[in-house]
Nanobody, 121 residues
Framework: QVQLVESGGGLVQAGGSLRLSCAASGRFFVINAMGWYRQAPGKQRELVAHITSGGSTDYADSVKGRFTISRDNAKNTVYLQMNSLKPDDASVYYC???????????????WGQGTQVTVSS
């Protein structure tokens, strides 16, 4: 089994910064793309940022220029640096990893447990 453990959420004032981390552990062949999603109460889960195994990134328009996704493949960890936070960024943030458990199996989506980000105005 594969586990994703997130950390780094919390309460911050508008304009402040937070850094989220998500570490993958367990038995697997390779982690392909990783990403961060968020889901606010009553809303659908949305993609925030995405990074391939080669380091190519993509961002939601609402966070471009403020958030930066990165990964450390040696540590199987993905990060999300969030700057200039706004009240609209408040949500539960979920880590996602597309994992191939063996050489010959398809990749499977794994999710972290979620970490709360609260932004006070």
């Amino acid at each position: 089994q594969v586990q994703l453990v997130e950390s780094g959420g919390g309460l911050v004032q508008a304009g402040g910064s937070l850094r989220l981390s998500c570490a993958a552990s367990g038995r697997f062949f390779v982690i392909n793309a990783m990403g961060w999603y968020r889901q606010a109460p009553g809303k659908q889960r949305e993609l925030v940022a995405h990074i391939t195994s080669g380091g190519s990134t993509d961002y939601a328009d609402s966070v471009k220029g403020r958030f930066t996704i990165s990964r450390d493949n040696a540590k199987n960890t993905v990060y999300l640096q969030m700057n200039s936070l706004k009240p609209d960024d408040a949500s539960v943030y979920y880590c996602n990893a597309k994992v191939q458990r063996t050489l010959i199996t398809w990749e499977v989506d794994y999710w972290g447990q979620g970490t709360q980000v609260t932004v006070s105005s």
